[in-house]
C-alpha cells in the first residue's frame, strides 16, 4: 500500500498565502466594476434629473444641479430667463423629449482653459428632440457629470476647444 506523505509546512503555507492573494484580487477587482458601474450610474441619473426638470420648466431645480463652475457661469436668475426664452419663444416649443446616452469616464476635464481641471468625470451625449413652429428639430449636446462633495453635478463646456 501506499503510504501518504505528510505536506511540507512551507509548502501548505505557500498554497495557502496563494489562495489569500487570488481572492483578494479578485475582491479588489469585484469591487472596483461595482464601484466603476455606480459612478456611472449616478452620473447618469444626475443627466436624467436635469433633463426632467427641464422638461417640466422647473429652470430653477435643474440650475440646482449645476456644478459650481457652472453656477458661477450662469446666475440662477439669468438661467432661468435665458433657458425660457430660448425653449419657449424663440423655438416656440412647450416642451421636449430627451435621450441620453451611455456615460463614458473621460477623466480630467475642464469647463473651460481658465478652470481648474476635475477628475473622475464622465461624459453624456444627451439628444433633445423639439417640436416647434419651424418644424421638428434636435438639439446633441455632451453634458460631463462629476462628483462635488458627494453630490453629483452637471457641467457644459461652453468654450470651443482649439
Request: aromatic share 14%.
Amino acid at each position: 500500500m501506499w503510504r501518504r506523505r505528510r505536506m511540507q509546512p512551507w509548502l501548505r503555507l505557500m498554497g495557502l498565502a496563494a489562495v489569500v492573494v487570488f481572492v483578494g484580487w479578485l475582491t479588489i477587482g469585484g469591487l472596483r466594476a461595482v464601484t466603476s458601474q455606480g459612478s456611472a450610474d449616478g452620473a447618469a441619473q444626475v443627466v436624467e434629473q436635469f433633463y426632467e426638470l427641464e422638461q417640466s420648466g422647473d429652470f430653477g431645480s435643474s440650475w440646482e444641479l449645476f456644478h459650481p463652475v457652472m453656477q458661477e457661469h450662469f446666475t440662477k436668475d439669468k438661467y432661468i430667463q435665458q433657458r425660457a426664452h430660448i425653449l419657449m419663444q424663440d423655438f416656440q416649443s412647450k416642451t421636449f423629449e430627451f435621450s441620453i446616452g451611455s456615460p463614458k469616464p473621460v477623466g480630467e476635464f475642464r469647463a473651460t482653459q481658465a478652470s481648474e481641471p476635475l477628475q473622475d468625470v464622465y461624459k453624456i451625449e444627451v439628444t433633445q428632440s423639439f417640436h416647434s413652429l419651424y418644424g421638428p428639430f434636435e438639439l446633441v449636446q455632451d453634458c460631463y457629470a462629476v462628483k462635488v462633495d458627494g453630490k453629483w453635478t452637471l457641467l457644459w463646456q461652453w468654450e470651443a476647444k482649439e
